[in-house]
Nanobody, 116 residues
């Protein structure tokens, strides 16, 4: 069984930066595309960014130019560097495979709060 554990969230002021990490307790195959998701209060969960095994990245329009997703397959870890954070970035952030290959359940996520 693969378990994904998110970390790195916290409270940050608008314009600040934060780096999230997603570590797999099992294994993440090199052929797997990984994504970062977030869910803000009162909103649906959305895919923020994803990265293929080859390093190709895709970002939601709302975070383009500010967020960077990366991965280290040897460490079974995916990262999300978040710069120029905005209050609307406040959400619970999760990592997972992308559809249709998502794992059966969401992890605990890591909370990001952007506030002055």
């Amino acid at each position: 069984q693969v378990q994904l554990v998110e970390s790195g969230g916290g409270l940050v002021q608008p314009g600040g930066s934060l780096r999230l990490s997603c570590a797999a307790s099992g294994s993440i195959f090199s052929s797997t595309t990984m994504g970062w998701y977030r869910q803000a209060p009162g909103k649906q969960r959305e895919l923020v960014a994803h990265i293929t095994s080859g390093g190709t990245t895709v970002y939601a329009d709302s975070v383009k130019g500010r967020f960077t997703i990366s991965r280290d397959n040897a460490k079974n870890t995916v990262y999300l560097q978040m710069n120029s954070l905005r209050p609307e970035g406040t959400a619970l952030y999760y990592c997972d495979l992308v559809p249709p290959f998502r794992l059966p359940h969401w992890g605990q996520g890591t909370q990001v709060t952007v506030s002055s």
